[in-house]
């Protein structure tokens, strides 16, 4: 399947390449250049498959693992070899003039292919027991691998192909020793991204003359030049796959991944401006090219292959949502559902108990969600490759498993699925994750930033700005017992979430007590409880209610009636509200105060709709739970 559908990705777009060579090559080139040579290599230009840009763009839209990722990825290698042996034969036919003159280089080169493939890689064997029984590089064989390099890229530049060829081959030809071919990588890749790529980059820049596109026709050719190359791969490759069995929708996300040119297009076209194949004006073309097919792939991926569509990554992936029906056929609400974002799963079990304890009721399906997600360094180094990538996954899935198994009480366990993901921007990433999976909870740990007064900015108020659901932020003291809880009530839309999550608590967990605390002024007149609240109260079991006290107290700073209350909670639930100076997407100067002055844990909830309150919500949101 690989092999058609990446054969057929080059052969459709060196095919258009070397007809649209016909038109532009007595407008474009140098009439010292043979139409052979220019069709060639115009053909190996359209037909290039940039590997590293497209690992890049796998691991980062989570494809590593999956069907079409690893298609993508043995593809984009074989077309990688192919590419460049059609590159190889097009860089000595522009050397030598012919296809007959070229022959005797075509011939070195397979015999420099045949020594390196057979006693090449048989010597550089040894180089992996050596490294097996030493453990590490040292200095010197680090030197001899770089001067083989050289001496590898020396030896095919006066077999008459390019220099880069021999350095490509010694590395083809390494032994593939993972822990090796991790140190080598680390020790080279600082000197490579920091400072030749950079360089390489200028390079072609100062190179890339838009000034010579100057003209109507010139940018129409541009345009051709642009359709002719996307049009050639994504064609091939759609149907190539689609004769191999793929369904449509992978076939198309395929057709645009085998697009990514990017930095491999830049090298292939920088030789063929060395070497005067191209010229000055068809290479800014070709750049151009480039970038606009690198730059749409995800894009253009995401609209054909939407991550909703990706499930990776999900330790016992659930099944269908369950629904139940009751007398009257009428459906049961869905299971209730938790997103729980962990940083380090071997220091925040006490957020995820505190999820699973919201959401566990043996009445009612629950999920609770840990994610987990993978932030990738900007730059395209090693430990950013698809391989390395589901190395730490499966890391992390370990750490998650075990934070799962000690979990209480062990019947809760069954309803954890943490998910993990790799992510450039952990906070968009959540909030698209919770409305993926219909979270109706957010609950992150607090945390300071390092460069803010803010103690609830950074990541935690990006979630409060960008997530569409109900966000809670956890402030946890490392008390583990959930025995008595305390929810300062001003009867506004947060602390009605506040209230809600309390309830939850109060029906789960039978050995729970509440306090529910009214804090009035000196001046203001102490009203009895809103008749939402009274009525909410009235349907409650009385089991339930008996584990209710609801108190009001007058102080002239409400912040210190909170705090010397939670003197005797296990956990503060206070919802975000402006009476403590709330602004709309953060939780303000105030609330971070209580997180800090707060003796118990603490609960900071925020309700995404603010329209009205949801005091007769939250009836409907427990009314399952403690009906019997």
């Given at each position: ?48 498959t ?29 077309d ?22 070229a ?85 080279t ?78 090298i ?8 005067k ?10 750049v ?56 380090n799963p ?11 304890a ?9 999920i ?67 409305a993926?999976?219909q ?16 103690r ?8 409060l ?30 602390d ?21 605390l ?71 100067r105030?609330?971070?105060e ?35």
């Amino acid at each position: 399947m690989a092999v058609l559908t990446s054969h057929v990705s080059i052969l459709v777009p060196f095919s258009l390449g070397t007809l649209l060579a016909v038109l532009i090559y007595p407008l474009l080139s140098d009439a010292s250049v043979s139409f052979t040579a220019f069709a060639m290599f115009l053909g190996a230009a359209m037909s290039i498959t940039a590997f590293p840009v497209l690992a890049r763009i796998i691991t980062e839209n989570n494809l590593q693992g999956t069907r079409l990722g690893t298609l993508a990825l043995t593809c984009a290698a074989v077309d990688d070899v192919t590419a460049w042996c059609v590159l190889a034969v097009a860089i000595a036919v522009a050397r030598t003039g012919s296809i007959a003159s070229a022959f005797p280089t075509i011939i070195a080169s397979l015999v420099y292919i045949g020594i390196m493939v057979t006693l090449g890689r048989n010597f550089l064997s040894r180089l992996a027991t050596y490294y097996r029984r030493v453990g590490r590089l040292s200095q010197l064989v680090l030197a001899f691998i770089y001067i083989g390099v050289v001496a590898s890229a020396l030896i095919t530049e006066l077999i008459g192909i390019h220099l880069i060829f021999g350095a490509f081959l010694l590395g083809a030809i390494m032994p593939k020793n993972a822990e090796l071919v991790k140190e080598l990588a680390l020790k080279t890749e600082d000197f490579v991204l920091t400072f030749l790529l950079p360089v390489f980059f200028a390079y072609s820049g100062l190179r890339t003359e838009i000034g010579l596109l100057n003209s109507p026709e010139l940018w129409m050719l541009c345009a051709l030049v642009l359709v002719v190359a996307i049009a050639g791969k994504y064609v091939g490759t759609y149907i190539a796959a689609r004769v191999s069995g793929i369904e449509k929708r992978e076939a198309s996300a395929l057709g645009w991944l085998m697009n990514t040119r990017g930095l491999t297009e830049l090298i292939v076209l920088n030789i063929g401006l060395e070497l005067k194949v191209i010229s000055p004006l068809l290479f800014t073309i070709l750049v151009i090219m480039a970038l606009v097919t690198t730059f749409m792939t995800s894009p253009l991926l995401e609209w054909t292959y939407p991550k909703k569509l990706i499930r990776l990554n999900v330790i016992e992936p659930e099944a269908e949502t369950p629904v139940e029906t009751v007398a009257g056929n009428e459906a049961v609400s869905r299971p209730y559902r938790i997103l729980v974002p962990v940083a380090n799963p071997e220091s925040q079990k006490g957020l995820v108990q505190l999820a699973v304890a919201i959401a566990f009721n043996n009445k009612q399906p629950a999920i609770v969600n840990p994610l987990s997600l993978i932030e990738l360094q900007e730059d395209y180094a090693f430990e950013s490759t698809p391989v390395e990538v589901d190395k730490l996954i499966q890391q992390r899935r370990l750490q998650l498993e075990e934070l799962i198994q000690r979990l209480e009480p062990p019947a809760a366990r069954a309803c954890v699925h943490p998910i993990i993901r790799v992510s450039h921007n952990v906070a968009r990433e959540t909030a698209q994750i919770a409305a993926l999976e219909q979270a109706d909870l957010i609950i992150v740990g607090w945390h300071r930033p390092a460069f803010s007064n803010n103690r609830l900015g950074g990541r935690v108020g990006q979630i409060l700005a960008t997530a569409t659901v109900d966000v809670a932020v956890f402030v946890d003291r490392g008390e583990e017992r959930l025995e008595s809880l305390l929810v300062p009530y001003s009867a506004n839309i947060h602390d009605d979430l506040a209230l809600t999550l309390a309830l939850r608590l109060l029906v789960n967990i039978d050995t729970c007590h509440l306090r529910l605390l009214r804090v009035v002024s000196e001046n203001q007149v102490k009203e009895e409880l809103s008749y939402e609240l009274r009525t909410l109260m009235e349907q409650l079991p009385q089991s339930v209610r008996d584990r209710i006290d609801i108190t009001s107290v007058e102080a002239a700073e409400p912040m210190q009636a909170v705090v010397a209350a939670s003197e005797s909670t296990d956990l503060t639930i206070a919802g975000a509200s402006r009476a403590w100076g709330i602004e709309r997407q953060t939780l303000g100067r105030y609330t971070d105060e209580l997180a800090i002055q707060c003796r118990s844990s603490l609960l900071i909830t925020r309700r995404y709709s603010q329209i009205t309150s949801h005091l007769a919500s939250v009836l409907t949101e427990i009314k399952s739970e403690v009906t019997s």
